[in-house]
């Protein structure tokens, strides 16, 4: 016979300390409630676990009462793949109290971390011995790595080191049955069967909790140099990505564009932040050089792969930062293009992922046929080109109008929008996860095989549907 709701909270209270199970309603607030504010749910409680046993008490007691269990880390995300459903009947688990480094092997170049430590304290520490963690997300202040691995996290510098899978090595996790996998090893190789770190990465807390991590560290780059390059079109931006890959190599660590009205939301939310580069130049382009050689081999490497864009006319216009904090402004007005979209209200948000050589069929093709039906819509497209990573977004013509805009657009403009990556042979989610918002395209996105197999692991490692139900994939 399951517990009722007050001797579940009593049951709780007592295994991790009354004041970490959160349940007046002004500071449950922040739990159940996303990011965008796009989503909200309710829960019995919030519960603020201090180690991974902890964790694994508290699954087995919901489990053995039927509750179900949402993992939740800084709470960043897109997607409402933290937020609770409205059922009531479900608790909220946040990792921010396993917040500990573990253990830094420079040797190895390994770190091991809580779930709960916010990937910016993961890179000072890195930078603290001497090393290097790539990972950067334009949340890092506040985004945690448990949250980073669940749903496999781009960011920046994928080009060169590859999503959050690439960078683990290792996890910890806690299954449905509250039962601990330990497989924390700073192995680069280990042969022995089927790789189950990869079930977990990108599960969004569907398949377990994860509750640390074995990373990747790298040398510091002796030298990076990051210019600000004007291009006439998605075309040229492609064929610049195409020069600066020949010619840079694995050097290259960052191509990030951004269109026009990207840089006119920005400029508009952050006048600070506008663009060096003259004119209203279709796309801008944020190339990043590292270098493990010297600071004069990266600037004159930076510095003749422009000058042969400029030759071609793939490029129009660059400016290459002369100081560290001129870099850091170029870095800023890509992270800044999302927190203007937030100022400014609402807007149809679409993560994809595409061929880089499809991108700019993509992208002519979507904008065609979106301003046939929409004449006025603002087209905030940004992303990681170098990747093949778009942030295709559509807002209404003017931020009064955001509101009305998305809740009466959203479905046609993703319906087509998702169509054409289809054709193209992409992904609809590159690195925002599925979360709930994109778990009733799944089926159709991977075909009847793919879902069948996911569902078959689903129900294998949560039988009972009690691990984040309603996230990535639907029994």
């Given amino acids: 016979m399951s517990l009722s709701d007050q001797d579940l909270i009593k049951e709780l209270q007592q295994l991790i300390g009354a004041e970490h199970v959160i349940t007046a309603p002004a500071d449950l607030e922040p739990y159940l409630l996303d990011w965008r504010k796009r989503y909200r749910g ?22 053995a009462n039927h509750i179900a269990i949402v993992p939740q880390g800084g709470n960043t995300g897109m997607c409402g793949g933290a937020t609770p459903n409205s059922s009531g009947r479900q608790v909220v688990i946040s990792l921010q109290r396993l917040n500990q480094v573990r253990a830094i092997d420079t040797s190895n170049q390994t770190i091991t971390v809580e779930a709960g ?14 090393c290097y963690f790539p990972l950067s997300l334009g949340a890092e202040g506040s985004c945690m790595i448990g949250g980073n691995l669940s749903t ?32 924390l090893r700073g192995l680069r190789k280990d042969n022995t069967g089927y790789d189950l770190r990869d079930l977990f990465i990108g599960a969004e807390g569907s398949l377990g909790i994860i509750t640390a991590a074995v990373m990747k560290l790298f040398p510091i780059p002796v030298a990076q140099w990051t210019a600000l390059v004007a291009t006439p079109s998605a075309e040229g931006a492609v064929e610049l990505l195409n020069r600066f ?19 006119a939301l920005l400029k ?6 506008a663009s060096p580069l003259a004119g209203n130049n279709p796309y801008e382009v944020l190339v990043e050089i590292s270098d493990y050689e010297s600071s004069e081999h990266a600037m004159q490497l930076m510095e003749s792969i422009l000058e042969g864009a400029l030759e071609s006319g793939c490029a129009s216009d660059a400016v290459i930062a002369s100081n560290l904090a001129q870099a850091r402004k170029f870095w800023d007005m890509r992270e800044h293009v999302p927190l203007a979209q937030a100022d400014d209200g609402p807007n149809i948000k679409h993560d994809v992922s595409l061929p880089i050589s499809a991108i700019p069929q993509f992208v002519d093709t979507c904008n065609a046929m979106l301003r046939s039906k929409h004449p006025n819509i603002r087209i905030i497209n940004y992303g990681h080109l170098g990747d093949g990573n778009l942030h295709y977004n559509v807002a209404g013509p003017s931020s009064a109008e955001t509101e009305h805009f998305f809740t009466t657009y959203s479905k046609e ?63």
């Fill in 42 to 63: 309710q829960a019995i409680a919030a519960l603020r676990p201090s180690n991974t046993q902890e964790v694994s008490a508290i699954v087995k007691l919901c489990v």
């Fill in 268 to 273: 508009h939310y952050y006048p600070a932040l």
């Fill in 117 to 130: 430590v916010i990937l910016q304290t993961l890179q000072e520490a890195a930078a603290a011995a001497d």
């Fill in 152 to 183: 496999n996290a781009g960011g920046t510098s994928v080009l060169r080191y590859g999503n959050a899978r690439e960078l683990c090595l290792g996890l910890e996790v806690v299954l449905p049955n509250g039962e601990i996998l330990n497989s």
């Fill in 245 to 263: 890959q020949a010619g840079a190599s694995a050097q290259l660590t960052g191509f990030e564009m951004m269109s026009d009205e990207s840089l």
């Fill in 413 to 475: 403009i993703q319906a087509l929008v998702y169509a054409e990556v289809e054709k193209l042979n992409g992904s609809i989610s590159a690195e925002h996860g599925v979360g709930q918002q994109k778990v009733d395209y799944i089926e159709g996105h991977r075909g009847e095989v793919a879902f069948n197999l996911m569902q078959s692991i689903k129900k294998a490692l949560d039988p009972y549907n009690l691990m984040n139900p309603g996230k990535v994939i639907k029994l």
